[in-house]
């Protein structure tokens, strides 16, 4: 049985299956990567419920697995060698555990790159300027009088949808027929700006045609369903 016990982590959210892939995470735009992907490659995996809300990702224990304080993180028991591996950044972890399992990343080493690619647009883009819409048009900042923000990360944002609308353009996927880490990174997050952002009319979601069947493509999938609720929130 492997011994965690080296991760100040476990302390506080104790494994009761130190065999398992250790999931710390949250059902965020960012957060369900990781619990998607782990439900679509079929892992063994133990998720742990942080509470972002109540400042939990910057208690040491947290801090010791992701300097960031930021969710998700996970330690693979079963890391490269055998020994315990432990990552945090969702896009990193998208990797990880494409590599270890050799799904959902194509073998090609030039379709290789391009999804790693796509999935650097994801955090570097997508989910940067996503979320400043969702800050100014849902949360604290839509109570500031000054409307600018607002307007520039909606622009950047109708934009960044416009160059998915033209990837998607004669592709099912971001990566043509297969389903990639590309697409579990982006899914989240493209819910949840028409979700519970409620920012769909601002960014004339409705006038575009390639990225909402995408959009349902994936939401369709058994694991991605599973994938959006867990950790389960109390």
Do not use: C
């Amino acid at each position: 049985m492997p011994d965690l016990t080296a991760f100040p982590i476990t302390r506080r959210w104790p494994a009761k299956h130190p065999d398992r892939i250790q999931l710390y995470s949250l059902p965020t735009p960012n957060g369900v990567k990781a619990s998607i992907m782990l439900e679509e490659i079929g892992l063994p995996y133990e998720p742990h419920l942080i509470d972002i809300g109540a400042n939990e990702t910057w208690t040491p224990e947290y801090l010791a697995l992701n300097p960031n304080g930021k969710i998700p993180a996970i330690i693979d028991p079963d890391g490269p060698g055998g020994q315990p591996l432990a990552l945090f950044e969702s896009g990193a972890i998208l990797l990880y555990l494409a590599d270890k399992t050799g799904k959902f990343i194509p073998h090609d080493v030039h379709q290789r790159y391009e999804t790693i690619q796509w999935v650097f647009f994801q955090m570097a883009a997508i989910g940067p300027m996503f979320g400043q819409v969702g800050f100014f048009h849902k949360f604290a900042g839509r109570e500031y009088e000054d409307k600018r923000p607002l307007q520039r990360y909606v622009a950047e944002s109708k934009r960044l949808l416009g160059v998915l609308e033209s990837r998607l353009d004669g592709r099912d996927w971001i990566m043509g027929e297969d389903y990639t880490i590309a697409d579990i990174s982006m899914l989240g997050w493209v819910r949840n700006l028409i979700g519970f952002y409620d920012a769909g009319e601002l960014v004339d979601f409705a006038s575009l045609k390639h990225v909402p069947a995408w959009l349902e493509r994936g939401l369709a999938r058994p694991a991605v369903q599973r994938g959006l609720n867990i950790p389960a929130r109390g």
